[in-house]
């Protein structure tokens, strides 16, 4: 024969579910704070360092770039393994 369960312990795990729940509806981040002088100097673009940035273009030609070579090794070794087996 089952007991039933006592009323504290129905209101317990009620309560345990509900903190579960309340922890997962606070938001990561925090609130909103106003930047201070030395966070905006941080994220001021520095002159100094801008030879050493990529720019998009030469970024995009190099990938491109990259996808051909890709695709020609691909491409002879392919012929190779083909040619090989027709020999034979």
Not at 26 to 40: F, Q, T, V
Not at 42 to 50: C, I, N, S, T
């Amino acid at each position: 024969m089952a007991f039933p369960r006592s009323n504290s312990t129905i209101i317990s795990s009620f309560r345990s579910r509900f903190q579960k729940e309340e922890t997962h509806n606070i938001p990561r981040r925090g609130y909103h704070i106003e930047l201070g002088a030395r966070e905006k100097a941080l994220l001021e673009e520095d002159p100094a360092l801008k030879r050493f940035k990529s720019y998009k273009k030469s970024v995009k030609q190099a990938s491109k770039i990259g996808n051909v070579l890709t695709i020609l090794a691909v491409a002879a070794c392919s012929y190779e393994i083909v040619a090989v087996a027709v020999s034979k």
